[in-house]
Structures are given as C-alpha cells and as structure tokens.
C-alpha cells in the first residue's frame, strides 16, 4: 500500500525515529501524499524544518533511483516544512492491471494472518421485538466482520443473545398466566411483551406478585422441567423471529451461545474475584468491583438477593472467549448509553487477570431518530421495530425501482426493491460517523442523488450498462494501453482506486466504517463527472477499450466495496 510504502522509504532516510502522519491532503497543490515528517523531526532535534524537508527531498530521490521505484512525478517541499508527494500518471496506469488481475480480491490483504477477532453484536433480548439499535449494531457488526475478514483475520461474529436474567421469572409467570393469550403454537415475540408488560402492570397492583416472578425465576435457575421448556419456547420462537431479520439482511454468525450459557460460569467467578480481593461484599449481601482508582463507579455483579446480573455474564463470557479463541481483540458493538457500563467491564476484566483492557473495544453508536429528532415510532406511537424499519423502508424502495423503470417484471421489481432498500438503510447507517445520532430521513435515504445508497447502487447499475452497450468481448481487455488514459478525470480515478486498500484497513483499523462508505462515494462521483465528459462507447478503439479497462476497476471496487459493507450490488435497477 501507497502510504505503508512512502512511510517505510522516509524511515530509512531519517536519522531519529519519529512518529508522523501520510496524509492525503485536500489541494491538489500540496500533492497526492503529504508528510509532516520533518517539522517533528524539527521540533524534537530543534532545527530547521524547511531544511530537514530539503534534506529528506534529497535522501528519498537518491534511495527511489538506487531502488529503481518510480511513483513520483515530483517531490516538493512547502512552507512550514511539509513535504508533498505527486504521483507518477505512469505508476498510476500500471496499477489499473494489477486491480483488474485481482478482481474479486483487490482489497483483500494479510495484516490480520493468524490473528483472531470476536466481533459481538447484534445481541438482541428474546421475548422483546428486535429494536431498531439492535438493527444498528447488526449492520455496523456485519460490516466490521466482513472488514476484518477482508484484513486477513480470523473473525468470529457472536451474537450474545439477551436470554437470561430474572426479567424471565416474570416472563414466565405471564406466560403461565396468560397462556391463551399468548395465541397457543402461534406466539410471537409482540404477544409475549405484551403479556410480560400486563403482568408488570399487575405486579404495581400486587406487590406480592413480585415473590411468584422470583420464585418462578429461582425454579427456572434449579432446572424445573416445566420453567425450562417455556423458556426454550420463549427463545426458540423469538429466534424464528429475529432470524427473518437477519436473513433479509443477509447476516450470519459464527455463534450464538447468548447470556445464559454463561451461567454456569457465574459462581466461580465471583468465588475467585473474592478470593482475589478484586471484589467485595457490600453489608447488604451484595457484590462489588471497586474501580474507584480508574474514577468508575463500582461495577455491580451480583445483587444483595443473590440474583446474578447481566455484567457477570459479561465478564464469564470474556473469560470464555479468551481461552477459545485467543483473541486480539474482542470487539463489542453496542449503543453509547452502555459506554460507561463497557468501561467497567473493561477495567474489571483486566483486574481479574482476563485480558489487557487495550484488547477490549467498544464500538458504540448514537440512537436512530426522525425528522422531528425523536425516536422512530409507529402512528400508534410506539417504537418502530427493526423487522417494521426493514419492511418499510423496502415499500418505499418499490416505489423508487418501479418509477426508475416501469418495464420490470414483479418479480424482478420485488428482487431489486429488497437490494435497494436494504442497501440504503445499511449505506445510511455506515456512511454517517456511527456515534452522531442519525436522522432517518426516509426521502434523502431513498434518494438516488447525492450520499445515498440509491445512488451508489445506481452508478453501478449506470456503469455495467455501459459495457453491455459497448459489446467489446472480455478478451480485449488483456491487452490495453493504460498509457492512453491521460485525461484529469481519467487519472484522479486511478489515484482514487488505488487507495481501495488502504481505506479498508484505515475503516477497520479506526472502527470508522463511514471512511470506506465515503470512499466510494466520492468514486462514484468522479466517474459519473467523467461519463458525462468523457466519450467511451464513441471513443476511437483503442482507446475505448482502455476506457471500458478503467469503468472495469471502478465496477471491481464498487462491487467490494459495497460488499463489505454489506451491500448488494443489482445489474439492473
Ligand atoms: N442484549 C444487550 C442489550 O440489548 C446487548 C448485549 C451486548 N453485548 C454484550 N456482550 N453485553 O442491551
């Protein structure tokens, strides 16, 4: 990769080690690369950096020649002390055989060889609808995963299903209570909120109520035949449920073992974090992790009734995770109003001895709202539910696809509105910075004009016509003259499409997904700035073919680019 490469060569000319930035910056004046390099080093031998710049100039040209590497054009040196790197049209244009040799690989690199990442999300609660930030950590999730597996990692997606914890007992004397309610074989995950929300209400009528929930959950803890199969029911079902979900979104996971697999781990753990005097017992009975040195509250694991909580499954299942898998990272991605409960775990893992806390990330992200910055509701006015958002967001897409182009069959209408609906809402998740809260605002989602998945999808679809168009057979391509493409856009393409790589690394590298989103949002534009200039079908032979080369690897980065993200390409639209 491009800056890997000019870091490396700067390394072996300067004289100290330092820290500094490959930037790309926004004039084309300052060149395609620039580095800071000699106003740090300036500062840290205190000289002059306008000649540490000079001198590096002059070390980098004489080391590329012994070496025989040609990228620059130029190399120049610019007031403070910057030094600005513009790339050969030459090295630009051989490039463009290598993308199109690589194909459905370009991208793909060995950073992560022999590296394993968990990647936890999606993580939904059984026996509750899946909400729409469940909806968010499955997208951002599925496209980390597929980030880190294009990196070379070793990547296992886990989704830690919420199916444990006393919330059940209730659940489960509501279940009993209002059987029929439940609507027999047919339950559905919005009958059994319904019913633990009536049994909730209920327990503010009858105090007492609240000793059934608990005994009914304390049974279900021992093993009771009858407790257990109902709750094996509760999550059989809503797994039916969710899995519709995530099969329209065309998401999988390596695991699902979910809170209560852990379970069984609890009471050793709390029984050695003791013994470690990590945690104490508070006078009430309960369980605490002092973080006092870390300016963290404590982190509760176990309440004064003894009742085990979300945090120590938390902590078992890390525990659990290392010893499988060894991993790099554990990678969690959850909301931001868990951020101050990640931090606690966090520290409370490294002072069980589990893992070092640099190991642990919290990807987090804002809330989804509406044009009025309030929660997406139904007209009911409840909170819109992920499979609700999805459904939605597909009819309106229909309506987009059918007046695009009225001559499709329904079948291949359905087919295509699911590819663009989906599409728009994972691009308008993953192209926004995921900690912002982002308004849904369902037109611009659906626009095929400006940062849009519609668009990005539609200049795919605006490209590959072009080739059939041109009807040039496939073997043309292997001999091309890239030395033909000499035009501004045609070389500010090839600048764009050989940074591909390194945009992957940088979004998964920095959790910063909207990087790459945005990437190709930029390519699309430039090619659709360069189609409307530029002829290609009508272009004299040779050099349409080289043309039609170029469209070739901007399809190729599209169609990866948008796979990553986990985004369907259609040919037609
Ligand atoms: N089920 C949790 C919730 O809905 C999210 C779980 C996130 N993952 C974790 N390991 N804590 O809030």
Excluded at 95 to 115: A, M, R
Excluded at 261 to 284: C, G, H, P, R, T
Aim: with cysteine; aromatic share 10%; charged share 30%.
């Amino acid at each position: 990769m491009l800056k890997e490469e000019i870091k490396n060569l700067i390394n072996t000319v300067i004289p100290i080690k330092v820290d500094f930035d490959i930037e790309e910056p926004e004039k084309e004046m300052h060149g395609d690369y620039a580095t800071n390099v000699a106003l740090i080093l300036a500062k840290q031998l205190k000289g002059d950096p306008i000649k540490f710049a000079q001198q590096i100039e002059v070390k980098l040209t004489r080391l590329m020649a012994k070496k025989g590497i040609s990228l620059f054009e130029k190399i120049e040196v610019a007031r403070p002390g910057f030094i600005n790197f513009f790339l050969k049209p030459e090295f630009l244009q051989s490039q463009l055989k290598e993308i199109l040799k690589e194909g459905d690989g370009y991208g793909k690199q060995e950073i992560g060889k022999g590296k394993t990442v968990v990647i936890d999300f999606s993580s939904p609660n059984i026996a509750k609808p899946m909400h729409v930030g469940h909806l968010r950590s499955t997208i951002i999730g599925q496209a980390l995963c597929n980030i880190y597996k294009a990196l070379g990692y070793n990547v296992i997606g886990d989704n830690h299903l919420g199916d444990w914890g006393t919330q059940f007992g209730i659940m489960i004397a509501a279940y009993k209570k209002y059987k029929s309610l439940l609507g027999g074989k047919k339950i559905t995950v919005e009958k059994m909120l319904e019913a633990y929300v009536k049994f909730n209400a209920e327990i503010e009528k009858k105090p007492e109520l609240q000793e059934v929930a608990r005994e009914e959950f304390r049974k279900l803890e021992q093993g009771d035949k009858e407790n257990r199969k109902i709750w094996k029911t509760l999550r059989k079902e809503s797994l039916k449920e969710f899995d519709k979900v995530y099969k329209l979104l065309g998401i999988n996971f390596n695991t699902i073992l979910g809170e209560s697999f852990y379970e069984k781990y609890s009471q050793k753990i709390i029984e050695k974090a003791l013994k470690k005097k990590v945690a104490i017992q508070n006078s009430d009975g309960s369980i605490i992790i002092p973080l006092d040195k870390f300016n963290l509250p404590p982190f509760l694991i176990q309440k004064s009734d003894g009742a085990t909580l979300y945090s120590l499954r938390d902590l078992a299942a890390i525990k659990y995770r290392v010893k499988k898998y060894d991993p790099e990272k554990i990678i969690y991605v959850v909301g931001n109003e868990q951020s101050l409960y990640f931090e606690q775990l966090f520290r409370a893992a490294e002072l069980l001895g589990y893992i070092s806390y640099d190991k642990l990330v919290h990807v987090k992200f804002g809330f989804v709202l509406d044009e009025n910055k309030k929660k997406l509701a139904t007209r009911a006015g409840r909170f819109i539910s992920a499979k609700e958002l999805i459904d939605k967001i597909i009819r309106l897409a229909e309506k987009v696809v059918k007046e695009k182009n009225p001559k499709l069959s329904k079948k291949e209408i359905k087919k295509i509105a699911e590819i663009v609906g989906i599409g728009a809402l994972k691009y308008a998740d993953l192209s926004q910075n995921r900690q912002t809260n982002i308004v849904f605002d369902w037109k611009k989602v659906l626009s095929l004009e400006g940062n849009s998945g519609p668009y990005l999808l539609y200049s795919y679809v605006r490209l590959k016509s072009i080739f059939k168009k041109a009807k040039v057979k496939k073997s043309s391509f292997r001999k091309f003259d890239p030395g033909l493409l000499i035009e501004d856009e045609e070389i500010e393409i090839l600048k764009e499409l050989i940074k591909f790589p390194e945009k992957i690394e940088e979004a998964g590298i920095k959790f910063q997904i909207n990087l790459l989103a945005n990437y190709l949002y930029k390519l699309a534009s430039l090619v659709n700035v360069f189609y409307e200039q530029i002829p290609v079908i009508k272009a004299e032979k040779d050099l349409k073919i080289s043309r039609l080369a170029l469209i070739s690897a901007v399809l190729i980065v599209l169609q990866n680019g948008l796979n990553l993200l986990g985004i369907e390409t259609s040919d037609k639209m």
